[in-house]
C-alpha cells in the first residue's frame, strides 16, 4: 500500500531563520513518523538551510519549480541537476499560481516534467480548473487535457513517478476547499487516465494529491476522502503546529486502513 505524502508549499514566504525555525519544529514534531511522507518546500533562498537540516532525519526537501534545461544562459533560472545537487527529492511543477501569474502552459511544463524525469527528481504535477471552467462544467475536459498533455511522449516507467496534485484553482488561498465529492470525482479522472497509459497495478500505485484550502479543521476529511493520497498545503504548512495536525490526520487515516487490509 501507497504512503500518504503531505507536501507544505511555503511559497514566497520567510527568511532563512524563519525556515531554520519552523523546519526544527516539524523535524521534532514528526519524530520517527514513517506512516505518512512529509515534504518541505521553501522558497530557494531558503533551500540550502532546510536541506542541512533534512540531512538527518525522515523529512523531504522539495522545491517550488525548475527550469528545463541543465545549465546554460537563463538568468534568474534554476536547474534540475542544480535542486537534486541540494538534496531536493520533488519538484512542483505547474502550480496554478506559475500558470496565471506567470503564464507558464502545458508544453512548459510537459518540458519541465520531463526534465526532472530525466534528472531523477520526483515531479509534483499541478492541476486545476477555474471557477469559470467548473461552473460551465469543464473541470473534468480541463483536467484531462493538463494531465495529457503534461504526459505526451513520457515513458511508462516515467509516469509512474510522478505524484499528481488536484487543486482547484478557486479553492487555493480561499478558505473555501472543494468537497469530498468534487474531489473524487476529478481525483478518479486523473485515475483513470493513468490506467489507460499504465494498466491497472501501476496507476493504483500512484499517488494523486489534493491541494486548495487545506487546513488542520479540514485534514481529518480530507484524509478519509476517497482516492487522497496526500495534500499539498499552501497557508497552513506556514504553521508548524497545525500542519502537525494535518499530518497526524493522515497518519491516523493511513494505519486505520492498513488495519483493514
Ligand atoms: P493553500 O495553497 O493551502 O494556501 O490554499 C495550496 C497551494 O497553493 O498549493
Known amino acids: 500500500m501507497k504512503t500518504p505524502l503531505v507536501v507544505g508549499n511555503w511559497k514566497m514566504h520567510g527568511s532563512c531563520a524563519e525556515a531554520r525555525t519552523l523546519t526544527g519544529c516539524i523535524r521534532q514534531g514528526t519524530g520517527a513518523l514513517r506512516t505518512v511522507e512529509v515534504a518541505l518546500a ?13 540531512k538527518r532525519g525522515n ?21 534540475p541537476k542544480m535542486l537534486r545537487d541540494l538534496g531536493c527529492r520533488y519538484v512542483i511543477v505547474g502550480h496554478s499560481e506559475r500558470r496565471h ?13 520531463a526534465a ?18 467548473r461552473d460551465k462544467g469543464t473541470t473534468v475536459r480541463v483536467i484531462s487535457r493538463q494531465v495529457l498533455s503534461a504526459l505526451k ?14 487543486e482547484p484553482v ?15 470525482h476529478v481525483h478518479s479522472r486523473i485515475r483513470e487516465i493513468l490506467k489507460g497509459l499504465l494498466g491497472k497495478a501501476k ?55 492498513s488495519l483493514e487490509e
Open 153 to 166: 511522449g513520457l515513458p511508462k516507467n516515467g509516469i509512474g513517478k510522478i505524484t499528481f496534485a488536484y
Open 101 to 113: 501569474l506567470f503564464h507558464e502552459d502545458n508544453r512548459t511544463i510537459a518540458k519541465k516534467i
Open 203 to 257: 496507476a493504483t500505485n500512484c499517488r494523486i494529491l489534493y491541494g486548495g484550502s487545506a487546513r488542520p479543521e479540514n485534514a481529518g476529511e480530507l484524509a478519509g476522502t476517497p482516492e487522497v493520497d496526500g495534500l499539498l498545503v499552501g497557508g497552513a504548512s506556514l504553521r508548524a503546529e497545525g500542519f502537525l495536525k494535518i499530518i497526524r490526520e493522515f497518519s491516523r487515516s493511513w494505519r486505520g486502513q
Open 59 to 79: 523529512l523531504r526537501l522539495a522545491a517550488q519549480n525548475v527550469h528545463w534545461e541543465e545549465a546554460g544562459a537563463f538568468t534568474g533560472e534554476i536547474s
Open 116 to 133: 526532472l524525469l530525466r534528472t531523477e527528481l520526483g515531479p509534483i504535477l499541478c492541476v486545476g480548473e477555474t471557477l469559470k471552467e
Open 170 to 184: 478557486w479553492a487555493i488561498g480561499t478558505g473555501r476547499n472543494a468537497n469530498p465529492d468534487q474531489i473524487t
Open 42 to 54: 521553501p522558497p530557494f533562498t531558503a533551500l540550502s538551510t532546510v536541506a542541512t537540516i533534512l
